[in-house]
Structures are given as structure tokens and as C-alpha cells.
Nanobody, 126 residues
Framework: PQQLLESGGGSVETGGSLRLSCVAS????????MGWFRQAQGKVREGVAT??????????DYSDSVRNRFTISHDSALNTVYLQMNSLEPDDTAMYYC?????????????????WGQGTQVTVSS
């Protein structure tokens, strides 16, 4: 089965930057979309960004709260998706999960994505 492994989380001050990485391993042939969801304590898991990883390549989707601050990208050779996070705010504090599926299915319902990583914690202090 496919396996997703996140890295790059940590603690940063307001206004700082972090870059998250997610590596897909195993049988990745059927993966056509990768993305990021996040879940803060006491809140539901919400979509952050997704990107198509097969033809047509590169189509992205962002939540309104991160659209002008975060950038998602994909390296096909490394089967890796990245999330560059700039101008971080305390409200960005959450566990960030990498997701993958055959197709991008929007940001509205995390439960319909088939594959998930263990998560990496991002903490933004003031």
C-alpha cells in the first residue's frame, strides 16, 4: 500500500516561515493528487491545499485563509509534495497531515481522501 511521510514541522514565531515535505512511497502509480489538511486542537480537520500530480499537471487549490501565504508544489521524480508556509500566524497552529488519492476531491471533506500520513506539528507563537 501507499505510505505518506511528513516532515518539516516545528515551532516558529509569528511572521516566520516553514516548509513541509511529504514523501509518497510504495505503489505510487495510481496517485494523481497530493495535498495538505490541518487540524487544530478542538477543531475539525480542514483542507489547506492540493495539487494535481499527473496530466494535466500542476493545478492547485488553496483555502481562503492561506491562499496568499502558502505555496504547494510537487516533485514528480521524488514523489514529494511541499508546502511552503510564509507569514505564519498563531491561527496556523495545527497538526498538518499529508493526503493523497487518485484524483483531487476539493478541500471541503477530508474523509473522502484515501491515503494519509501521520502528521507533523506546526506551532506558531506570538
Amino acid at each position: 500500500p501507499q505510505q505518506l511521510l511528513e516532515s518539516g514541522g516545528g515551532s516558529v514565531e509569528t511572521g516566520g516561515s516553514l516548509r513541509l515535505s511529504c514523501v509518497a512511497s510504495g505503489d505510487t502509480y495510481y496517485i494523481g493528487c497530493m495535498g495538505w489538511f490541518r487540524q487544530a486542537q478542538g477543531k475539525v480537520r480542514e483542507g489547506v491545499a492540493t495539487i494535481r500530480t499527473r496530466t494535466p499537471l500542476g493545478s492547485t487549490d488553496y483555502s481562503d485563509s492561506v491562499r496568499n501565504r502558502f505555496t504547494i508544489s510537487h516533485d514528480s521524480a521524488l514523489n514529494t509534495v511541499y508546502l511552503q508556509m510564509n507569514s505564519l500566524e498563531p491561527d496556523d497552529t495545527a497538526m498538518y497531515y499529508c493526503a493523497a488519492d487518485r484524483f483531487c476531491k476539493g478541500l471541503g471533506d477530508y474523509s473522502i481522501y484515501d491515503y494519509w500520513g501521520q502528521g507533523t506539528q506546526v506551532t506558531v507563537s506570538s
